[in-house]
C-alpha cells in the first residue's frame, strides 16, 4: 500500500469566487476559481463549500478521509451572518429550533443549532461587491453555529423566519479559525 502525505490548507474565500479549482461549465467560464490565489497541489478538493456571494473560511485538503470527517455532523460550523431587518427574538428562536427548508430531496427541518444576536457589527474585511446602503433600511448580525451543512442552508433558514441574509462569513470550522486572516490568502494547515 502506497504512502500518501496530504497536504491541507486553509483559504479567506473572497465573495465573488467559487469553492472550485477547475471549470467544468461553458457557462462559469468568466467566473473567478480559488486556483487563482495558490498552485494548490493536482488533487485538491474544498471541504465543503461557500457559494459564490459567501465568504470566510473554507478548508481544502488531497485527503478524502479528512474532508468526510470535518463534513460530518461532528464538527461545528460558525458564521456571521448579516440580515435584512432588525431580527426579532421569535426569529432567533425558531432558527435555533429548526425551520424548514427546500432541498434536493424535498421539504427538511434543519436540526437544532446555536444562534444568538451580535450586539455590535462585526469588524470584517470589505467584500469585493458592496451588498447596499444604508438608504434601504436597517440590518442587523447574527452568530449561527451548526454542524450541517445543506445547499445555501443559512439562506433559507433566515429566508423562511422573515430575515434573508445579506453577508454571510465562515468564521469556524471545529478548530479552525478564521482568525486574522485576509480575503485571498492561504495557508497551510495540519488536520
Known sequence: MKNINHQHFAIFKPDGYLSQFVNNEQ?????????????FPENIM??????????????LTTD???????RSKQIEKEYYVQVDGIISNEAIERLKTGV???????????????????KETP????RNK???????????????ILTEGKFRQIRKMTAAVGFPTLRLVRLRIGK??????????????NI
Request: aromatic share 6%.
Open 27 to 39: 457557462r462559469k467560464n468568466k467566473k473567478k476559481l480559488l486556483g487563482e490565489f495558490y498552485d
Open 46 to 59: 474544498a471541504i465543503g463549500r461557500l457559494d459564490e456571494k459567501s465568504e470566510g473560511l473554507l478548508l
Open 64 to 70: 478524502g478521509k479528512a474532508s468526510e470527517l470535518i
Open 100 to 118: 424548514e427548508i427546500t432541498i434536493e430531496t424535498g421539504n427538511y427541518t434543519t436540526i437544532p443549532c446555536k444562534v444568538f444576536c451580535l
Open 123 to 126: 469588524t470584517l474585511p470589505k
Open 130 to 144: 458592496k451588498i447596499r446602503d444604508d438608504r434601504h433600511g436597517p440590518t442587523s448580525w447574527i452568530s449561527i
Open 176 to 189: 479552525f479559525e478564521l482568525q486574522n486572516m485576509i480575503p485571498g490568502e492561504v495557508r497551510s494547515i
